[in-house]
């Protein structure tokens, strides 16, 4: 799947894209746009880039058809959840998504910084890997 991680400074994500078979090249999870949105998902390749597409187009309010996805938004620096409904939820960090999100979280509670905790989470989850993108808030 993927780890997230938010560590309050640092939004990272891995890069690992699987479904039946490992896909060969990496797809970056965690983005900064012009508009100021600051995303990461997780989710199906297909998911993920009709997302990354509603955030560059500034969230408009027409509903997307992205159903299967789990994502950290930051919207004027306050960060969100978005589950598959896009319903935005309040987040503190330190805060973690996917697959490897309770060792990224374990991780950041024993001092990592987010892009060191996606780091550890790869090391020991199946669903994580490939090189670590983060972004700085």
């Not at 989850?125 to 808030?137: A, F, Q």
Request: aromatic share 8%; with cysteine; glycine share 10%.
């Amino acid at each position: 799947m993927t780890t997230i991680a938010f560590d309050g400074r640092h939004l990272a994500a891995d890069s690992l894209v699987t479904s039946d078979i490992k896909y060969q090249k990496p797809f970056r999870k965690v983005r900064k746009f012009r508009n100021g949105i600051i995303a990461a998902g997780a989710g199906s390749l297909s998911q993920l880039v009709l997302f990354f597409e509603w955030c560059n187009l500034g969230m408009p309010d027409d509903e997307i058809p992205v159903h299967d996805l789990d994502a950290i938004i930051i919207i004027e620096g306050i960060p969100y959840q978005f589950n598959g409904a896009l319903v935005p939820l309040d987040i503190d960090p330190p805060f973690s998504l996917g697959s490897g999100a309770h060792i990224a979280l374990g991780a950041m509670a024993a001092g990592a910084s987010a892009r060191k905790a996606v780091s550890i989470a790869a090391r020991y989850d199946p669903g994580t890997g490939g090189s670590v993108n983060w972004v700085r808030l």
